[in-house]
């Protein structure tokens, strides 16, 4: 009697508390971001583009931050700093495997970063092309 | 045997509510999400330096942050206003009289009257190069990130 009460009790929150663990923070790879892009593009992944387009200073977006290099450095091996002087940390996921491991960040700084710099959204393409530099360095 | 029932009932509903409370995907609280959100660029500035009506003039224009784009989701967007509101100083304080609160909230705490006097003639030039701007507060105040800058 007492088990079969505890069992039906404790059976169910059991399996919720399974059920409800939280998505982990770490849910992707930069592999697998790339291959994500590169298939929304409908093309392959070009890391000579992404450095170009990375390196380049761009016009459309905010006067303060023409170039991904204003706050990530001309070097992604080493760390950059934003507006403010906080520091960032290097962007290459080489020197840096946190990188690139977090879709829903991904997702943010592309949206916030690209509109800064270019004044618009960044293409599939683009992102990929970014994506396998800094992962090839 | 009822008194044992009554307690494992009870026992049971204790380790139920926290999992029934996570099927809904509880996100962090707002506190958390303010610390995470608003320290990527700088430190996650202490709600207490400026009143509720700046909070939420800042948090209506993220994506025109001081010239970058800091946009965030709308869920987050409130969670946070909520905290900063909450935690904000007091709108009377004579720091904010000169300004029209309801129409032109102060924006810059490094603009604030304390804030100019404070470090008008005390911060070296080593210092001001050091840190590159008045807004990176822990390159000086080592307790900043814990909301405690008297240790100059």
Known sequence: MKHRYLACFLAPSVLLAIATTP????DTSPAAQIEAFSLEAGRAADAEAGKAFFLASHSGGKPDTPSCTTCHTMDPTKGGQARTGKPIEPMASSVNPARFTDSAKI?????????????????????????AWLNSL | MVRLLTALA?????????????????????????????????LAFPAFFLPKESWSAIMNDLPNHFGEDASLDNDA????????????????RRA???????????????ELGWFVHEHSNEVSRAAKKRAGTMTNCAA?????????????
């Not at chain 2, 026992?11 to 610390?35: C, R």
Request: proline letters at 6%; a negative charge.
């Open chain 2, 96 to 110: 904010f009289r000169k300004y029209d609160l309801e129409t032109a909230p102060p924006l810059r705490i490094t």
């Open chain 2, 10 to 42: 009870l026992g049971t509903a204790a380790l139920l509510a926290p999992a029934l409370a996570g099927a809904q995907d509880t996100p962090p609280s707002p506190e958390a999400q303010f610390t995470e959100e608003c320290s990527a660029c700088h």
């Open chain 2, 140 to 152: 000086c105040h080592r307790g900043a990130e814990r909301g405690y800058f008297d240790d100059d």
């Open chain 2, 77 to 92: 967007m409130t969670a946070i206003e909520g905290y900063l509101v909450k935690h904000a100083a007091r709108s009377n």
């Open chain 1, 107 to 131: 997702t943010k700084w592309f949206r916030r970063n690209c509109n800064s710099v270019l004044g618009r959204e960044c293409t599939a393409g683009e992102k990929a092309d970014v994506l």
């Open chain 1, 23 to 26: 998505a982990l923070a770490q």
